[in-house]
């Protein structure tokens, strides 16, 4: 019998786990199933850096840290069986662990999911037109939603480039707001936002739909959700994995660590470190997918 077969036929009749736990060794199991089947490998055969590579893929496909700590601990599960059926002489994942760096590891958008997201909207209405300025402007500053909606008009220096923005502990800072964001506020502003805002004016640089009402984090949620659905995004999407997705982006082409902390507004550089993680993991994976000798 198939080794994961036999597995779940022994969680099941002889250990009697709850369905909703079978269900999930079944899920666990056929991922790694998956992973062996495309790589022409037998599970049996495995060592501990095999499986160290699979939890890596498994970690940066988008798993939770949740998941990926019940995924190493059903892999465990399978080989300690599988060892007490002598079906293996060693047992792989005595020392195979859910590291902790991925548990703070973020999602983030491939730069051509960025693209096709910025190109969803349809900037020939007014509410497309703003939504198009709302998510470069996100994209290129890496605000958080909260600073997002709550940018005033007085809060834009087009001409110098940047924009102030109110975030955690009441503390101002300024982030730099590229040529391409603000060539689309710009745009908004004279031609979307004035139809926005026909019957009633007001402070805020994005309004809803009713005029002087700004955009409520919600609403904005809501908009993002509809684009990432109309571009095809299968990854999850909010608009803190567009803040991971600036940070990041910016790291893979050499921006320094530092220079992205003050943009982010993170207080501690530790927090922004775990974008060096993202790179490390994404490295690794390409090495043990494309390496001769792996």
Known sequence: MDPVAAY???????RRVARNTLAAYRRDLARLQAYTGRRNLDLRT????????????????????????RLVAT???????????????DNPTEDLHAPRLF???????STA??????????VQTPGGLRDRAL???????????????????????????????????????????GDVAVGWVQRYLRESRPALTA????????????????????????????????????????????RHSFATHLLERGADLRAIQAMLGHADLSTTQIYTHVLEARLRQVYDNFHPRE
């Open 113 to 122: 999911d960025v693209d096709a997201l910025l190109a969803a909207p349809d």
């Open 103 to 109: 548990a703070a590891l973020p999602h983030f958008l």
């Open 135 to 177: 998510i470069e402007v996100l994209y290129a500053t890496g605000l958080r939603v909260s600073e997002l909606v709550g940018l005033r008009l007085t809060d834009v220096h087009a001409t110098q480039g940047y924009i102030q923005c109110l975030g955690k502990g009441s503390k101002q800072r300024l982030v730099p707001l």
């Open 46 to 69: 495995l060592d501990r850096p095999a499986l160290e590579a699979f939890v890596r893929v498994a970690m940066t496909s988008g798993l939770s840290p949740t998941s990926t700590a």
């Open 199 to 242: 019957t009633k004016d007001g402070p805020w640089l994005f309004v809803s739909a009713r005029g002087a009402r700004r955009l409520s984090r919600g609403g904005f949620w809501q908009i993002l959700k509809n684009y990432g659905a109309k571009a095809g995004i299968r990854a999850h999407l909010s608009p803190h994995v567009l």
């Open 75 to 89: 892999v465990r599960g399978l080989y300690k069986y599988l060892r007490l059926r002598n079906d293996i002489t």
């Open 8 to 14: 779940l036929r022994h969680l099941d009749v002889e």
